[in-house]
């Protein structure tokens, strides 16, 4: 029952999403490319780190460090008036329930996605993550980032859901995380 987002919004998160993707893209490429060179801690089989109870201990760690990673990435893209006014700023231009669409959450600066995705690769240095798990994580990291940026209220605590998001657009400091509100 809201205001739905004009065409011209629409249209200025699909441009500019689509323009960026080419870069941001660059990152999931790379990861590949540190996966394949053996410089990752990232294996192929739950037996190399010694069966699931490790598999799940690890990934447990690992989204800790990651989502650790992206509030203090997204934090700083907020608190430095550089990287605020000339990185992150464009995508906060969609601080309206009229202008949150799901085309919103990757319509950014590439830099910018590139910077807040970064710690889903860094962490691969630290800590053993299976390639699918890492694979699957990437790509819903990306499903995650559409759900937040529809503008729908809903209660999800402690998970981070639009209602928490869409207060961080309008409001610019709160809820810097990705998955969970701390």
Not at 27 to 56: K, M, N, R, V
Not at 167 to 179: A, D, P
Request: aromatic share 20%.
């Amino acid at each position: 029952g809201r205001p739905l987002p004009t065409t011209e919004t629409l249209i200025d998160q699909m441009s500019l999403a689509q323009a960026s993707l080419f870069v941001y893209a660059a990152l999931p490429i790379l990861s590949e490319f540190l996966i394949e060179s053996g410089w990752t801690h990232t294996y192929f089989y739950i037996s190399d780190i010694g069966g699931w109870a490790w598999y799940a201990g690890f990934l447990a760690l690992y989204i800790t460090l990651v989502e650790i990673g992206v509030y203090w990435m997204h934090r700083t893209l907020h608190t430095n008036k550089f990287l605020y006014k000339y990185v992150h700023g464009l995508h906060h231009k969609y601080n309206k329930l009229t202008t949150l669409t799901p085309w919103a959450s990757i319509a950014f600066n590439p830099l910018d996605g590139i910077l807040q995705a970064s710690p889903y690769v860094i962490c691969l240095f630290l800590v053993p993550v299976h390639y699918f798990t890492h694979i699957f994580l990437l790509f819903f990291s990306g499903v995650w980032a559409t759900n937040i940026h529809d503008a729908m209220w809903g209660d999800s605590e402690p998970i981070m859901g639009s209602k928490y998001h869409t207060l961080h657009h309008t409001h610019y400091l709160y809820n810097y995380g990705q998955f969970f509100i701390f």
